[in-house]
């Protein structure tokens, strides 16, 4: 009897463990927002930015890509099998246009949603290892470039490799001193998603060392999650389900056990509403994957927690995410 009581305690325990705590926004904070293409920042916290600029706070969104490297979706839109580099960089044009009105839409002109950095899509993972130094920098296998092509992209001396992307990303934190930050979570199934993840932590851990002394504090860090197999419910209808609002959106219950926290925010009618708005501006992608983004407009967002302890095991996860060979 004994020992089955402590089962079922433990058990409560595990079950209790796993419900998530609701996500506490003060007023005034300071949000950034990393996503690694356009539309990121709104599928895993469109919600969050609103939430954030009405309790009189401000929000940076960091574009980490142009989202220029979509493949698929360059040969839908130009209707040619092998578009050139050219076309690749207009079609990131395009995006960058669509991911203004998407913001305008969370937040008018008060979201800074000019940090564009620009770094090759579809090519970020290999910046963590194999193009780390400017001496080697990668060639984006679409547009062919070795540094941002964009007029907007924030750091025009910038180059395709992975000690650039950290550096560019500290600048940004020293700048905004940020007292929240979302970004991808680091098991994300997106090679893109999982990199951005982990130079995050990277630029906040660097930064943090360099700042360390009496009242300085980490900001708090939200991982959002966007890909992940079989998940978010209906990511593959048909047709966008119509019910998707009503519903909460939960993290997977197949990720794999972490000693980390889970939290959730509870979205006003307004705030689905305007999410939605905002997904309604990404034209392109709504013409490829309207289920996918319909799928995110909840009325909830999840996150997982990371703290400062987990910024000394960047280096590990950074190692785990290289390719097997």
Not at 144 to 164: F, K, L
Not at 194 to 221: E, I, S
Request: proline letters at 10%; glycine letters at 8%; charged letters at 20%.
């Amino acid at each position: 009897m004994i020992r089955a009581g402590v089962a079922a305690a433990l058990t409560l325990a595990l079950a209790g463990a796993a419900q998530p705590r609701a996500l506490e926004v003060n007023s005034h904070e300071r949000l950034v927002v990393v996503a690694p293409h356009p539309d990121d920042e709104t599928l895993g916290a469109g919600g969050l930015i609103q939430r954030v600029l009405a309790g009189g706070g401000t929000v940076r969104v960091v574009l980490v890509t142009a989202g220029d490297g979509y493949v698929e979706a360059v040969v839908h839109e130009t209707g040619e099998p092998r578009p050139r580099p050219a076309e690749y960089v207009a079609y990131g044009e395009r995006r960058l246009r669509e991911a203004r009105r998407a913001l305008d839409a969370l937040g008018g002109h008060a979201i800074r949603a000019e940090h564009l950095l620009g770094f090759p899509d579809g090519g970020l993972q290999p910046l963590l290892t194999a193009h780390w130094r400017r001496a080697h920098p990668e060639l984006s296998p679409t547009t062919g470039a070795v540094r941002p092509p964009y007029p907007e992209a924030v750091h025009q001396d910038a180059r395709y490799d992975g000690d650039d992307l950290r550096v560019a990303l500290v600048r940004c934190l020293e700048d905004v001193r940020p007292s929240m930050i979302a970004f991808p979570d680091p098991l994300d199934r997106h090679p893109d998603h999982r990199a951005t993840a982990l130079f995050t932590l990277l630029a906040v851990r660097d930064l943090t060392h360099v700042q360390a002394r009496p009242g300085h504090t980490v900001p708090r860090l939200f991982a959002y999650l966007v890909h992940w197999p079989d998940w978010p419910p209906g990511w593959d209808a048909t047709t966008p389900t119509a019910q998707a609002p009503a519903a909460p959106l939960e993290l997977p219950t197949t990720l794999p056990p972490r000693a980390l926290s889970h939290v959730s925010l509870a979205l006003s009618g307004s705030e689905v509403a305007g999410k939605q708005r905002a997904l309604g501006a990404y034209v392109s992608q709504q013409e490829v994957m309207p289920s996918l983004l319909a799928a995110f407009v909840r009325r909830t967002e999840p996150f997982a927690v990371f703290s400062a302890a987990d910024l000394d095991q960047v280096g590990r996860m950074i190692a785990a995410s290289e390719p097997k060979k």
